[in-house]
């Protein structure tokens, strides 16, 4: 999916993306808590988490089972007969692919995304045919990375999906959720791996946790 690296502020919040059998973004007042728990006021801009190091080795991404590092969120076990259901992908044809060599760094230089994007029409077609979607129109249906370039997904057929714009939320509204992992992951305030596996998970449920400042109709 075209990345829209578009920056929100979230004033006074960071945000915790939480990657659970139900997955929420917890986003709430910031505050700095001492030893024992109790909150001792808003982080102010010296407390800010840093910018992701230029230099760091990409984290390991922890696999499911038959998961490898550049598909560790499971292997694609079917090729055809695909069913996206719900606004999310069939899992066993689109697990989610990554590239495992990518840090936090690179992925929020401008321009990374453009750099990595490699989905020639003849892919194109294989997914259309995977997920049986034989006649579309202009508009309709945007062949997805499932986990987005500027997350540092893969060009890999099991990261792709054809996904509607309609019911929504659709690839549009899908958008806002990679924007806003993005901006996470760029602000240090949520790991690259994390993120990764959130947004293969469930994004639909990041979507509806976004804060009203970042989500639009």
């Not at 939480?18 to 010296?46: F, I, W, Y």
């Not at 590092?69 to 689109?94: M, V």
């Not at 986990?147 to 714009?165: R, Y």
Request: with cysteine.
């Amino acid at each position: 999916m075209c990345s829209r690296c578009s920056r929100y502020a979230l004033r006074g919040a960071y945000p915790t993306i939480v990657a659970a059998a139900a997955l929420a973004v917890a986003v709430g007042l910031g505050s700095a808590c001492s030893s024992n728990g109790a909150a001792t006021g808003a982080p102010t801009a010296a407390s800010a988490p840093a910018q992701p190091s230029a230099t760091p080795a990409a984290p390991a991404v922890p696999t499911t089972a038959g998961g490898t590092p550049d598909r560790p969120f499971g292997p694609r076990t079917k090729e055809t007969g695909c069913l996206a259901r719900d606004g999310l992908q069939d899992r066993a044809c689109t697990p989610g692919a990554i590239l495992p060599a990518a840090t936090a760094a690179e992925i929020c230089r401008s321009g990374y995304s453009s750099s990595v994007r490699d989905v020639p029409s003849q892919l194109k077609q294989e997914v259309y045919r995977s997920y049986e979607v034989v006649e579309r129109t202009a508009g309709e249906y945007e062949v997805d990375h499932l986990v987005s370039l500027e997350l540092g997904g893969s060009n890999d057929i099991a990261n792709l999906w054809p996904e509607a714009a309609e019911p929504r939320p659709g690839f549009h509204e899908k958008d806002q959720v990679e924007n806003f992992l993005h901006e996470q992951v760029c602000r240090g305030a949520t790991p690259l791996a994390e993120a990764q596996r959130t947004i293969a998970t469930d994004w639909l449920s990041v979507y509806r946790s976004l804060p009203p400042s970042v989500r639009k109709p």
